[in-house]
C-alpha cells in the first residue's frame, strides 16, 4: 500500500521579537497542523538572514547563509507568511523570500495588527 504524501509547509515570521504576536500565530497553526493528516508544518527562522545588501554578493554568489536558506525552501511544497502590518503593507522579507522560490508554490499571508 502506498503511503499517503505529505505536503511540507515552511512557516516563517516577519517580525524577529521574542514576543511576536505573528510567531504566536505560526506557533498556533503548526500545533493545530498535527490534527491534520499529510500535512507538516515547519518553522523557519530568518534572523540570520541579511537585509537585502547586492554588496554582500561575491562573484554573483549571495552569503553562504543566504545560499543556505535558499537551498532549504526548495524542499517545501508551500509557505505560510506571518507578517505584522506597517502602514497598510507588509515587511519586505516576504517579497524577497517569493521571489526566490518563484510563482510555482502556494503561499498564504497572515497578519495580527491592533489596527
Not at 504524501?5 to 498535527?34: F, Q, W
Not at 527562522?45 to 541579511?50: A, M, N, Q, V
Not at 554573483?60 to 505584522?84: H, M, N, T, W
Not at 523570500?97 to 510555482?104: A, L, M, Q, Y
Request: charged letters at 20%.
Amino acid at each position: 500500500m502506498a503511503t499517503k504524501p505529505i505536503i511540507k509547509i515552511a512557516a516563517i515570521c516577519g517580525s524577529l521579537r521574542k514576543a511576536s504576536y505573528n510567531a504566536g500565530l505560526l506557533r498556533s497553526a503548526i500545533e493545530l497542523s498535527g490534527w491534520i493528516d499529510g500535512i507538516t508544518i515547519e518553522y523557519l527562522d530568518i534572523s540570520s538572514l541579511p537585509m537585502l545588501n547586492t554588496d554582500l554578493e561575491v562573484d554573483g554568489k549571495c552569503p553562504p547563509v543566504v545560499e543556505a536558506f535558499r537551498q532549504k525552501i526548495l524542499q517545501y511544497d508551500g509557505f505560510l507568511f506571518a507578517s505584522p502590518e506597517y502602514n497598510y503593507s507588509i515587511t519586505d522579507y516576504r517579497i524577497l523570500i517569493t521571489d526566490k522560490i518563484g510563482s510555482e508554490s502556494s503561499c498564504l499571508t497572515v497578519c495580527f495588527s491592533f489596527a
